[in-house]
């Protein structure tokens, strides 16, 4: 009996020094990767902001804005590696329910580190797009260091900082911080008219620029962003001065978007770490009591033979 109970425990020990790895690097991996399927909503919303209403043509001022954002995955065009997600987005003044503008890109997407892939017809706006470094979320166990965004805006892959650890909405994220300082993004056609510019008269081209300083909180289990802010501001230029403001002011994801964004990265802010830490750990532990406690009871079992 003794001999058979000495048997049981290594074989168990053995069983589970064996899914200690088991778990770390295979169940834990399958966990960390993006859903094909995925769908989201987000609202960004800023107050007193200043915009040019091109169908209007006239200067809005102390406007509400809210920009409404949905991402959706197109299941059918993914596969194990990469997930290929459309983003829609419209801006609109909320006082006057007046639509200022809109964006559409699609773009695949690594599903564990988050990077742009170039395939699926990657597109912003209809025109074709390579789209690299991150694009809609961090990599799963994001690092303390600086990464690289992509701007859907400008079209443009620039640095985004790490500027430190912080506690937000009772969240332990790390805030990122990426400055776009004045990019050429278009050129419009504006009445004399509209702008401050004398002895001129008709039309005059110019140059629409753009800039952002923009802040995302990232939850660094799972890579979710938690938290975003966008400083925005366009302008329309002529040799250089700028002439009209065409958008200036500050959106911020409004307290709906992140609680829905932290009940998302809730489950693998959980899970990821028992996974990954606590139940390997457990299981190297427990597999090695019971490997050591069945090898003494066979060596007793030994001992006490050949005693008789």
Known sequence: MR???AVVFIALGV?????????????????????????????????????FSAEETELIEG?????????????????????????????KDVERDFAISSTYRRAGHDRYDGKGVDCCDASVDDEEVEQNGQIFKFPFLTEKRDHRFFD?????????????????????VYRFEQVIESE???????????????????DVTGDEM??????????PTTGVPIGLSEEQHRGFSVDGEEQLVLFDGTLVWDDETIEAQIDSAEQGMTMLPLVRTVIPLVCLALGAVFVIAGGLMMLGTGVRKTAY
């Open 63 to 91: 406007a509400t804005v809210e920009a409404y954002t949905t991402v959706r995955g197109d299941v059918a065009a993914s596969d194990e590696d990469t997930a290929v997600w459309d983003q829609f987005t419209w801006v």
């Open 3 to 5: 001999r058979t109970v």
């Open 210 to 219: 753009y800039s952002v300083t923009r802040t995302y909180w990232i939850e």
């Open 15 to 51: 069983c589970l020094l064996v899914l200690a790895p088991m778990l770390r690097y295979w169940m834990a991996e399958s966990l960390m990767k993006a859903p094909l399927d995925y769908y989201n909503q987000t609202v960004n919303r800023g107050e007193d902001i200043t915009y």
């Open 152 to 172: 859907t805006t400008s079209r443009l892959t620039r640095p985004i900082t790490f500027e430190g650890e912080e506690t937000y909405n009772g969240v332990d």
């Open 184 to 202: 050429k993004i278009g050129e419009r056609t504006l009445p004399v008219s509209l702008l401050d510019m004398e002895d001129e008269e008709g």
